[in-house]
């Protein structure tokens, strides 16, 4: 015997936005007022985030930027710019010229290995 099963789908667009990899995206001001829903509430913060269905590593993201004074921003403040001068002696040898790239897309340009490694550990430091 077979049976006819008619099956309803809806779609519900609740506004949220998502990543490119389909995660959601929480605004500023609702971090902010879950971080403040969660100091009155009295729960901890894995049941919080918990009642609130969203992640736990999230939420305490959100709550440490926010003692920091983030305001529950989740990516981290650009650091000030800042230069140091570094003498190093000439090479006594013309060498050919050498090129580093950071990470952080600083470029770095001399012709002395020896004198270029010791100016990223300089920068690292």
């Given at each position: ?52 269905g969203v992640t736990y590593s ?68």
């Amino acid at each position: 015997m077979v049976t006819n099963t008619t099956v309803t789908t809806e779609l519900v667009e609740t506004g949220e936005q998502r990543d490119r990899i389909g995660r959601r995206i929480t605004p500023a001001a609702r971090r902010a007022e879950l971080v403040a829903a969660w100091r009155e509430s009295g729960l901890t913060q894995a049941a919080f985030a918990r009642r609130e269905g969203v992640t736990y590593s999230s939420f305490a993201a959100w709550v440490q930027a926010a003692r920091r004074g983030g305001g529950g921003a989740s990516k981290p403040k650009m650091a000030a710019v800042q230069f140091t001068e570094v003498r190093l002696p000439r090479p006594t040898v013309a060498a050919l010229p050498l090129e580093v790239r950071l990470p952080d897309g600083t470029v770095l340009r001399g012709t002395h290995a020896a004198e270029l490694a010791t100016l990223v550990r300089a920068l690292r430091g």
